[in-house]
């Protein structure tokens, strides 16, 4: 259960700290190593939600995409099925609009590196976190519920 609301806490929030993480799971009773699951949770999701970005941002260059701008993503765009299928599985939210454009930019920054040769450096993607971790929104409110989940089935 934890494990779902955090993937869906991800549509808002890549980059959360461990004191957002406390404030969203109050039944929890936090220590070092349920602290650090949760943190390496979030870590595996932005490893799929930047591999994905990398995938993608490689096939527009490959298709000839010129400009960063032209990228653009909808709801009907492959990119967002895919991490609205691997976020919110069962569809249990509705994404929130901004994060559209979190995957327009996070997709059009990887776009750019990639066609300006950056990606031949080591540690090239770190730009681009920094740039992604300033994007993230306040989680609604009711998170905070202990049983938010339960709502939802």
Excluded: C
């Excluded at 730009?127 to 905070?144: H, Q, W």
Aim: glycine letters at 2%.
């Amino acid at each position: 259960m934890h494990l779902r609301k955090a993937k869906l806490m991800f549509f808002w929030v890549r980059y959360p700290s461990s004191a957002v993480l406390k404030m969203y799971f109050p039944d929890i009773k936090f220590n070092k190593n349920n602290t650090a699951q949760l943190v390496k949770w979030f870590s595996n999701f932005r490893e799929f939600y930047y591999i994905q970005m990398e995938k993608y941002a490689r096939q527009a260059v490959s298709e000839g995409v010129k400009n960063a701008e032209d990228i653009h993503v909808s709801a009907d765009s492959e990119i967002y099925r895919v991490l609205n299928l691997h976020y919110n599985r069962n569809n249990h939210i509705e994404v929130p609009p901004n994060f559209r454009f979190v995957v327009e930019q996070t997709l059009r920054e990887f776009f750019k590196a990639i066609q300006s040769g950056k990606d031949t450096e080591q540690s090239w993607k770190k730009s681009i976190y920094k740039i992604i971790s300033r994007l993230d929104d306040p989680v609604p409110e009711y998170f905070k519920s202990p049983n938010f989940l339960e709502q939802l089935e």
